[in-house]
T-cell receptor, first 110, second 112 residues
Framework: DAEITQSPRHKITETGRQVTLACHQT?????MFWYRQDLGHGLRLIHY???????NKGEVSDGYSVSRSNTEDLPLTLESAASSQTSVYFC?????????FGPGTRLTVT | GQQVMQIPQYQHVQEGEDFTTYCNSS?????IQWYKQRPGGHPVFLIQ?????EVKKQKRLTFQFGEAKKNSSLHITATQTTDVGTYFC????????????FGQGTELSVKP
């Protein structure tokens, strides 16, 4: 069965370190998305991609970057982790009408 | 910027009572989607509405899309403990490249 996976599921890192969160989907979707979820803010879009080599900034993209070298993967990099980036991160793939979410990565920046 | 507002933020009901959450967009939507997130889980797609005035039903859940395609609602009849979770609406703007803008969600708790 097709699926979308994220790794790691939990991560603790220190302020200033570079961190990469992995996202892998086997749905063969062109569209992939990264969201962060914080209490009181719902899901906010960080970056998204509509295909290989395509990346776009979402509403909260500062301090994050993505790259899309193939259809299956969209890794999210925190260039220099900050405490404000402590959050739960969800990757999703899908179409304009439906998105499938990964299980999430809980990131703590100390 | 483009916003999708959702109310209420929390709703506590007795099992068997009805529940409704409302979603309003600042701009016209291409379509609206609803997701459910169980505690500790990830959002799961429930349904999408595309047409003005559209009404769709899934068992005890009724979804509506407003005539102006700016608002939507989710109504659950006779809630059950399995309905517990956070319900999110997410709109795709007519202009905006197809990305979803999520409402803040309504957290539903059901007392048995």
């Amino acid at each position: 069965d097709a699926e979308i996976t994220q790794s790691p599921r939990h991560k603790i890192t220190e302020t200033g370190r570079q961190v990469t969160l992995a996202c892998h989907q086997t749905w063969n979707h062109n569209n992939m998305f990264w969201y962060r979820q914080d209490l009181g803010h719902g899901l906010r879009l960080i970056h998204y991609s509509y295909g290989v080599h395509d990346t776009n900034k979402g509403e909260v993209s500062d301090g994050y970057s993505v790259s899309r070298s193939n259809t299956e993967d969209l890794p999210l990099t925190l260039e220099s982790a900050a405490s404000s980036q402590t959050s739960v991160y969800f990757c999703a793939s899908g179409t304009t009408y439906e998105q499938y979410f990964g299980p999430g990565t809980r990131l703590t920046v100390t | 910027g483009q916003q999708v507002m959702q109310i209420p933020q929390y709703q506590h009901v007795q099992e068997g009572e009805d529940f409704t959450t409302y979603c309003n967009s600042s701009t016209t939507l291409s379509n609206i989607q609803w997701y459910k997130q169980r505690p500790g889980g990830h959002p799961v797609f429930l349904i999408q509405l595309v047409k003005s005035g559209e009404v769709k039903k899934q068992k005890r859940l009724t979804f509506q899309f407003g005539e102006a395609k700016k608002n939507s609602s989710l109504h659950i009849t006779a809630t059950q403990t399995t309905d517990v979770g956070t319900y999110f609406c997410a709109g795709v703007m007519m202009v905006g490249g197809g990305k979803l803008i999520f409402g803040q969600g309504t957290e539903l708790s059901v007392k048995p």
